[in-house]
């Protein structure tokens, strides 16, 4: 069965002061604050969110402002999923860990499936979110396209 998806997209307009998640599995956790840490000057300038530990870890750690939603296990990766579908995330750098299976991997997939069809950058690894973070369009007005959800819904009825 092919599912309908949106026949155009539209455009999305985010200001220079990106929405950025910050997301680590416990394993990468200090992988995610030693990199936080060289861009700490950057990341101040935008809106900062995370999962429950990771948030407060980065905090604690860097004396950065972090929104904390709930620890991923207990709901976090939907919450940032819920932000993507809502359009209020614009950046995400989620430092999954390889070698460890979780308990909440439908979440993660889950979470990784919505910033790919909504066009959301995710960076899975310090050396792809260093090329995130350089980038001009953090500092910019960006355009980018996205899926017309209208379309979408009018496919579905
Ligand atoms: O499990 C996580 C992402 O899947 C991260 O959650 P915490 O930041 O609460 O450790």
Redo the contacts with the bound molecule.
């Keep these: 069965m092919t599912h309908p998806r949106p026949a155009r997209q539209v455009q999305r307009s985010l200001s220079p002061r990106k929405r950025v998640a910050l ?4 394993g990468k ?1 200090e992988e995610l604050l030693e990199w936080a840490g060289r861009w700490r000057d950057t990341l101040a300038q935008h809106q900062l969110l ?6 407060s870890r980065v905090a604690a750690t860097l004396g950065l402002d972090v929104e904390g939603l ?4 207990l709901g ?2 939907q919450q940032i999923g819920a932000c993507i579908a809502e359009q209020r995330l614009d950046v995400l750098i ?1 430092f ?1 860990d390889p070698f460890a299976p ?1 308990p ?1 991997d439908p ?2 997939k889950a979470l990784l499936r919505l910033a790919a069809l909504w066009n959301i950058p995710v960076a899975c690894n310090a050396a792809s979110a260093d090329f995130m973070l350089s980038s001009p369009c953090m500092g910019e007005s960006y355009t980018m396209n996205i899926p017309d959800a209208g379309d979408w819904v009018a496919a579905r009825r």
């Design positions: 997301i680590a599995h416990d956790k995370g999962t429950g530990t990771t948030a709930m620890s991923g296990p976090g990766d989620f999954w979780m909440h979440d993660v």
